[in-house]
């Protein structure tokens, strides 16, 4: 792995550690509902040996200095998960923010009928289309867990 300008841990003033020395930003990622399929997001299943590997989450990571949080997020999802960012519309963002160290969840949908999703680095066990109604039966990373119930409502709004 190479190591980028915004990679590193800070020891936050919330008494936890996290990953972005600028702060650190994930794409939620929607696919509008069709016929016979439902609504779904695209999560990763993180590798092992990551901070709290085996869990589920969406695709990201540090931002990089002068990186907007829909940057950051978008080349993430792209490094982690092959997702185009040319096939995306970002809609919002939702920020948790600890003052000296923040995480934006950037919301976002497809600007087509589907697209193909995979592994592209070794961050990721596996990455997948996810049905809105199966998320939270998965072992959830334990920040997008808290943030899920908030983030639910503004995916299944978003328009396709």
Not at 93 to 106: A, I
Not at 127 to 138: G, Q, T
């Amino acid at each position: 792995m190479t190591r980028r300008p915004g990679d590193g841990w800070v020891d936050c003033r919330c008494g936890h550690r996290h990953w972005g020395l600028h702060g650190a930003a994930g794409l939620l990622l929607a696919r509008p509902a069709a016929p016979g399929r439902p609504s779904a997001v695209v999560m990763q299943h993180r590798a092992e040996w990551t901070h709290q590997g085996g869990t589920w989450g969406i695709p990201g990571g540090a931002r990089e200095p002068q990186e907007s949080a829909a940057q950051g997020a978008l080349r993430e999802a792209a490094e982690e998960a092959g997702i185009d960012p040319t096939l995306v519309r970002v809609i919002g963002e939702h920020v948790l923010d600890h003052g000296d160290w923040s995480y934006t969840t950037v919301l976002a949908v497809l600007t087509v009928p589907d697209a193909e999703v995979r592994p592209t680095d070794e961050e990721s066990a596996e990455i997948a289309w996810v049905p809105l109604d199966e998320v939270d039966r998965r072992p959830l990373l334990r920040a997008f867990a808290d943030a899920w119930p908030l983030l639910r409502p503004r995916i299944e709004d978003a328009p396709g």
